[in-house]
Each structure stands twice: as structure tokens, then as C-alpha cells.
Nanobody, 123 residues
């Protein structure tokens, strides 16, 4: 049974930083892509970043490129999202996700979701 346990959300002022963590367990993730999505109130869930477990290639939404960094710790089976220079528009519930679909940026192809955690950026 796959489990994705997230941590690190919270409240931060604009311009500040947060690091989100996602500890994955339950299977081997070598052929999967690890992703972060977010959903703001009244909005659809949107892609934020992805990392291919094998090879380590990374991908970002244009809105976060240059500010967010996705990374992994193989020994801990954990994926991180370092978020710098946060803006009020980054306020959302952030979700860790896993997919083996090449269209990793689409929420409908996600195989497993984390529980989600709130990130609030005050102005």
C-alpha cells in the first residue's frame, strides 16, 4: 500500500521560504515521477513541479520556475519542494503525488496522492 506523508506547510510572509517534504513508502518508485500539485480556493488543482525518480530530471510550472526547487533523498525515499521568494498567489493546499504516466502534469493521471497541506503566504 502506497503512502505519501507530507510535512512542512504553514504560514509565511511574502518573500519568505518554506520547504515541503513528502515521504513515500509502499513500493519501489524507480519508474515513477514524483510531483507536487496545488489547489487554491475556487481553483482547479494545478501542476507545480515534477521529478523523475530514475535520472532525476525536473520540470516546473512557469509560475514557479526560478523560485521553487524539487529534489529527492534516495536513502529516505523522500521528495522535497523548496519554495523561495513566496508570493501571496502561492497560497494553496499543496499535494504530493506519484504517477507513472508521461503526462505527469495532469492531475487526472496521478496514481497516488498525499493528504495535502496548507501553505499560506501573507502580504
Amino acid at each position: 500500500q502506497v503512502q505519501l506523508v507530507e510535512s512542512g506547510g504553514g504560514l509565511v510572509q511574502a518573500g519568505g521560504s518554506l520547504r515541503l517534504s513528502c515521504a513515500a513508502s509502499g513500493r519501489t518508485f524507480s519508474r515513477y515521477t514524483m510531483c507536487w500539485f496545488r489547489q487554491a480556493p475556487g481553483s482547479e488543482r494545478e501542476f507545480v513541479a515534477a521529478l523523475k525518480w530514475t535520472g532525476g530530471s525536473t520540470y516546473y510550472a512557469n509560475s514557479v520556475k526560478g523560485r521553487f526547487t524539487i529534489s529527492r533523498d534516495n536513502a529516505k525515499n523522500t521528495v522535497y519542494l523548496q519554495m523561495n521568494n513566496l508570493k501571496p498567489e502561492d497560497t494553496a493546499v499543496y499535494y504530493c503525488a506519484v504517477t507513472d504516466n508521461i503526462r505527469y502534469s495532469r492531475p487526472e493521471v496521478v496514481d497516488y496522492w498525499g493528504q495535502g497541506m496548507q501553505v499560506t503566504v501573507s502580504s
